[in-house]
């Protein structure tokens, strides 16, 4: 209710959302007010931080050899940890095999040694494959905080053959595409597997102090019981809130490293064209790239780069680019771009949201030149830059852009932070610059709410004229055991504009409404039912009208890692200021059929647009199926398809079908 002129207004479901839009619209709540309070709030907030008893790993004189056998001396004297408890599919349930962690490390190096006990060992699911292809394994995981502030994590995978994954977690979002250089092995026996890991410092950013204390939490997985289990165990109540829940690790007399690395690459290239039949050289091109790294201290590093080569970077994976209300989205690659990267996102953003990233570095195109910089300074602040030279292809009014971006962090309490970022891309005569604060702030050990405040600056050309806009979004979350609940503000002007980001779409104000119960049945097949409703409503400004998307969603969590999804949307969309049904029924599954097997499968049916100057309302399909053969542990085959169609509403006529098969031995 809401008490107005001395009468109480009552809303109804239908009309508690489009109240909330219009609030934002009429000024009701005044978008300075909001970039004030989110600045100060978390500045004020202080919350009650517990200690525990910190693991202190044997410091070895003699290193143990990574060869996954645990017969080293090191490992007789190294202090160990075990009592494991399952967080997926339930929290704080004994995990069915038991495993033992073993510690130690050196002036230069942590080492950790696993003992993971299986009653079972030829179910053990593992293989040897390329890095960062071990999910679908058994594994085991160093979740390291190594600054212990609750604001990021390293995690470096293993499985029972010692093969690695690597990611950065920061925010709610885990990065996989950066690699470490650290060292393992891994062994199947009689009672299960044991793995041997190396981790040298110079490897990760750490605190710039003695002693250095950092934060961990081990994990397992099971794969063929859909188990995966930590130590210490993850609470209910905090959910998957892991960078408050890791245990106190600490070294001693650790040898602080100023890394520096000097790559130079020569390239030789030849172009050929056809002339009557003939190829026809147009002559050689050689190049010569520099890249460099130098580490400041062992929590800052300085990366500079010269005309990068990125030949050997992995090329895009195939998405279908027809019908399209925006463009795709491809992940960042380059190496010169990656380390560092997650510092550069921002609170607030949730998967499906208009923007995805306010720093995309793949908009940097083709640097000529780039300097990066990325670390901490002192034990709360985080610092990361970019700047660089993009040559530009196809201009012919300007030959570079200047790229410069700038990201601070500072840490407040538990994982709570606040921080502030700019952007730039600037030419001779046009720029666009893009600027702004975000936060996350811990509400207790069940909620979180995050927040970005985003203002642009654009101007296409020398005669045109200044645009401004605005990004703002406010995210609650709360996630325990039971329940899972997610509300969420957006509000982004039809003037808001990043030329180093990843947006979708502008011009919209949108209020997001989603609730997830949590069923645990006694099931020796089914381990958790997850029934969500999802409902969001769209106002589009230019169109002055609204769209609405409400999904029931089921999922069903199964043995063998294995889970199905069944969701039902009634939607709609504003496209070209018409309203368009969206509606649409949609299956998905996958499974770890067998030790040898593995399929995913999804497939939609429904309502759909066709996107051009002269919209129209159609239907289609779309659908992925993947299937991964593994005869042995040594190889692999995977195939996968994917396939989309659409037919005018109309007169059912059939405007394409497009699909993409792929296939990878390894």
Same mark, same amino acid.
């Given at each position: ?154 995690? #470096?995978?293993? +499985? $029972? ?79 998957? *809130? ?54 400041? /201290? ?55 949201? $208009? ?5 995309? /570095?793949?908009?940097?195109?083709? $640097? ?12 709360? +602040? ?5 700047? *660089? ?16 971006? #700038? ?41 979180? %709410? ?12 020398? +005669? ?31 003037? %808001? ?13 949108? *209020? ?30 230019? &169109? ?15 043995? =063998? ?13 504003? %496209? ?16 770890? #059929? ?17 996107? &051009? ?27 996968? #398809? ?5 037919? =005018? ?18």
């Amino acid at each position: 209710m809401l008490l107005k002129n001395k009468k109480y207004i009552k809303f109804t479901n239908q009309k508690l959302i489009p109240f909330i839009i219009k609030c934002i619209e009429q000024n009701m709540i005044k978008f300075k007010s909001i970039f004030i309070i989110l600045v100060i709030i978390p500045l004020i907030v202080s919350s009650i931080t517990y200690s525990q008893d910190p693991l202190i790993p044997f410091r070895t004189g003699k290193a143990p050899v990574i060869d996954g056998r645990l017969d080293d001396m090191v490992w007789k004297r190294a202090p160990s940890v075990t009592g494991f408890k399952t967080w997926t599919p339930d929290y704080g349930i004994d995990m069915a095999e038991k495993t033992i962690v073993y510690l130690a490390y050196d002036s230069e190096n942590m080492y950790f040694a696993f003992r993971c006990f299986d009653s079972h060992p030829d179910k053990i699911k593992t293989s040897i494959t390329s890095r960062d292809n071990i999910r679908a394994d058994d594994w085991v995981c160093i979740n390291l905080d190594s600054f212990y502030d609750q604001q990021s994590l390293y995690a #470096f995978y293993i +499985n $029972p053959l010692g093969i690695q994954a690597d990611s950065r977690y920061t925010g709610g979002h885990e990065d996989q595409s950066i690699d470490f250089v650290w060292y393992s092995k891994g062994r199947i026996d009689s009672k299960g597997y044991t793995i041997e890991i190396k981790i040298p410092f110079k490897s990760i950013r750490f605190a710039n102090k003695n002693p250095v204390k950092m934060g961990v939490i081990f994990e397992r997985r099971i794969s063929r019981r859909s188990e995966q289990g930590t130590y210490p165990p993850l609470s209910p109540e905090q959910a998957d *809130a892991w960078l408050v829940q890791t245990k106190p690790m600490i070294f001693y007399n650790v040898k602080q490293y100023k890394l520096f690395e000097l790559l130079p690459a020569f390239t030789t290239s030849e172009k050929s064209t056809q002339n009557l039949g003939k190829l026809i050289s147009e002559g050689r091109k050689r190049d010569i790239s520099l890249t460099t790294k130098y580490g400041i /201290t062992s929590d800052l590093t300085l990366d500079a780069t010269y005309n990068p080569d990125f030949s050997q970077v992995e090329a895009d994976a195939g998405q279908v680019d027809v019908n399209l209300r925006y463009d795709l989205f491809f992940p960042e690659k380059r190496p010169f771009f990656l380390e560092g990267r997650e510092n550069f996102k921002i609170a607030g953003i949730s998967m499906g949201d $208009p923007i995805q990233s306010i720093v995309h /570095t793949r908009m940097i195109v083709n $640097p000529l030149l780039g300097i990066k910089l990325s670390g901490k300074i002192g034990n709360k +602040n985080t610092v990361a830059s970019i700047n *660089a030279v993009d040559e530009l292809y196809n201009n012919k009014n300007e030959k570079y852009a200047y790229f410069s971006i #700038f990201r601070f962090k500072r840490a407040l309490t538990k994982d709570s932070y606040i921080g502030g970022i700019y952007t730039g891309r600037d030419l001779k005569n046009s720029y666009n610059r893009v600027a702004g604060i975000d936060g996350r702030l811990r509400i207790n050990k069940s909620s979180i %709410f995050r927040y970005h405040s985003i203002v642009s600056l654009n101007k296409e050309n020398e +005669n045109a004229p200044k645009a401004g806009g605005h990004a703002l979004s406010l995210k609650y979350v709360y996630n325990t055991r039971r329940f899972f609940i997610n509300l969420g503000i957006i509000d982004i002007s039809s003037k %808001f504009h990043t030329e180093s980001g990843y947006i979708t779409r502008t011009g919209i104000s949108r *209020a997001t409404a989603s609730f997830s119960p949590k069923f645990y049945p006694e099931s020796k097949v089914i381990k958790r039912v997850t029934p969500s409703i999802f409902i969001a409503q769209t106002k589009d400004k230019l &169109s002055n009208l609204y769209e609405y998307f409400n999904t029931l969603l089921l999922r069903l969590t199964i043995i =063998r890692s294995s889970d199905i999804t069944l969701s039902y949307s009634h939607s709609s969309e504003i %496209f070209l200021s018409k309203k368009f049904n969206t509606s649409g029924l949609r299956i998905s599954g996958n499974s770890q #059929f067998t030790k040898k097997i593995f399929f995913k499968i999804s497939f939609r049916n429904g309502k759909s647009i066709r996107y &051009s100057t002269n919209p129209y309302q159609g239907r289609g399909n779309s659908a992925f199926a993947a299937l991964i053969y593994q005869p042995s542990d040594k190889l692999n085959a995977n195939v996968s #398809f994917t396939y989309s169609d659409f037919y =005018r509403e109309s007169d059912s006529k059939k405007i394409y079908d497009y699909k993409i098969i792929r296939q990878k031995f390894t």
